[in-house]
């Protein structure tokens, strides 16, 4: 079925594994810690217990890779991030699967409008296979940037047409779908529940629907699972299919490729905020109809990161900045990382470039604290009993990562913590936090154009032996703030 896919990315892509964490667990297990997040599914804070003792199968909604991903998307990945090394520091082994939608996602959630990818592709006038593999790269990149562990798989959606034909066919053959002239649809009334997870108003969005549009539907919130391409379209993603020539409906692939690499029971499902309504609410509704049981235990939801004056950061309008107008500005990019780090993932966090420049101070503080400790710690220390609690205890209860960070700075200030455990404890906390710490170097300071002159001068002067000019040249880098060292090769720097 998927002769031809010319995908660019293949069936799944192995994510980078080395990340690893110390083991604590039998510390936490000492303390009898429990693990707590916010549930949406439930809307409690909720212990997490496994499906499988020390496993946990975790999946994440990822990009959808017709454009680079906005420092929005990239909150939610970090937070997830945060959760999944949260999970290894408590002991689980992790399987997290992050799907990459390389077709399928219109430009309205509501399954109306262009194929993203199929737009992006006429507009930068490219091929949509190259758009997704280069847009995937740069998200690697961009993940890179941010310490965001990867996943142990990425799952394109072109590399799983096949499963979610399949699943399409059982739905199909247990009755909960039709046909309409541009697709095959989910019929959500055949699930009654439908409403219950996104606690959606159903009559609201009936009376408050625009006429006309696709009055073929026979529930306001029916969804596809099948699109067909329509005549004259000239789609460059589209596949043979038992109903027609056509694509997969954005939900679909999320669906068939949890329950392909993680079963039929799936811990937590992560995705942000926007996703309660539709698509997360659509999948619950395909999974739990194919499935006949529920489906995922944990819904984990990151808030919007929005713009001053309540405007979401959105892929399709043009108020979007990415790791590059980061960078661009100055920003170090894992600056964002410690900013996002200081809010509560699930609020809405307004971006504001004050915060940032806040941010950038406190972070090179923390690094400037951190060299002076790997200086004076000369012996392997341990990590600090009391403030290891305090930070985990508040990692634990529901993900408190600012409360944590704030302990951070307390435990450098405390006189009664040597500097040797310090080091250690700080290292430790770093494995949760991500903010490169035990990577941490003296500042290379730049040679200018000017320095360089200076150190030419003095090196002729020490070979014409003119022993005051080469002095008075030392005393000149001196006052720029660099120690001079005279060695064989010539003057040196530090
Ligand atoms: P997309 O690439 O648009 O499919 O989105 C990737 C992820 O980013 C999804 O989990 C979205 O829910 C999330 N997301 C989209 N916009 C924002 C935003 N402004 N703030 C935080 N997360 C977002
Ligand atoms: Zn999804």
């Not at 190259?130 to 142990?152: C, G, H, S, V």
Request: with cysteine; proline share 2%.
């Amino acid at each position: 079925m998927d002769s031809n896919n010319k995908s660019l990315l293949g069936k799944t892509i192995a994510g980078n594994d080395e990340f690893k964490v110390t083991d604590i667990s039998s510390f936490i297990k000492e303390q009898d810690l429990k693990f707590c997040i916010y549930n949406t599914k439930s809307r409690k804070v909720e212990e997490i217990v496994p499906v499988t003792p020390g496993k946990i199968g975790l999946y994440a909604c990822g990009p959808t890779v017709y454009k680079y991903a906005h420092i929005g998307n990239l909150r939610t990945y970090i937070s997830e991030d945060i959760l999944k090394r949260v999970l290894m520091m408590y002991g689980y082994k992790v399987k997290h699967i992050m799907n990459v939608t390389d077709v399928g996602h219109l430009v309205s959630d509501a399954d109306e409008g262009e194929d993203k990818m199929e737009k992006s592709a006429k507009e930068m006038n490219m091929d949509a296979w190259e758009i997704a593999k280069y847009y995937f790269d740069e998200f690697r990149r961009d993940m890179k940037y941010l310490n965001i562990t990867e996943p142990t798989i990425f799952t394109p959606a072109t590399g799983h047409i096949d499963e979610q034909i399949q699943l399409v066919k059982r739905l199909e053959e247990k009755g909960y779908t039709y046909k309409t002239s541009d697709g095959v649809y989910f019929d959500t009334s055949k699930f009654p529940k439908y409403a219950d997870f996104g606690q959606i108003d159903v009559e609201g969005l009936q009376s408050g629907a625009r006429i006309g549009v696709n009055d073929e539907k026979k529930n306001i919130t029916d969804f596809a699972l099948w699109k067909f391409s329509k005549d004259g379209e000239n789609r460059q993603m589209e596949w043979p299919s038992p109903w027609g020539i056509g694509f997969p409906g954005w939900h679909i692939e999320c669906s068939a490729m949890a329950i392909k690499y993680l079963g039929e029971y799936v811990d937590i499902h992560c995705g942000g905020s926007e996703h309660v309504k539709v698509h997360h609410t659509n999948e619950i509704a395909q999974s739990e109809s194919y499935l006949e049981h529920e489906w995922v235990n944990y819904w984990f939801h990151t808030d919007w990161l929005i713009l001053e004056g309540n405007e979401k950061m959105s892929k399709s309008s043009d108020n979007y900045l990415t790791i590059n107008s980061l960078i661009e500005k100055g920003y170090d990019p894992i600056v964002y990382r410690y900013y996002c780090l200081n809010a509560g993932y699930n609020k809405q966090l307004v971006f504001k470039w004050e915060g940032m420049d806040s941010a950038k101070t406190s972070l090179s503080r923390l690094y400037k604290k951190v060299l002076e400790l790997k200086k004076s710690a000369n012996a392997d220390g341990k990590f600090n009993e009391k403030y290891t609690l305090q930070f985990f205890t508040s990692l634990f209860d529901d993900l408190n990562v600012s409360k944590s960070l704030g302990l951070l700075w307390n435990m450098l200030s405390d006189s009664e913590v040597n500097d040797r455990d310090k080091y250690r404890t700080v290292l430790l906390f770093d494995e949760i936090l991500g903010l490169n710490l035990s990577d941490v170097k003296e500042e290379v300071k730049e040679i200018t154009e000017e320095v360089k002159i200076i150190i030419a001068q003095r090196d002729e002067a020490r070979r014409n032996k003119d022993y005051k000019m080469s002095d008075e040249l030392r005393n000149k880098l001196v006052s720029l703030g660099y120690k001079v060292l005279d060695t064989k090769e010539g003057t040196k720097i530090e």
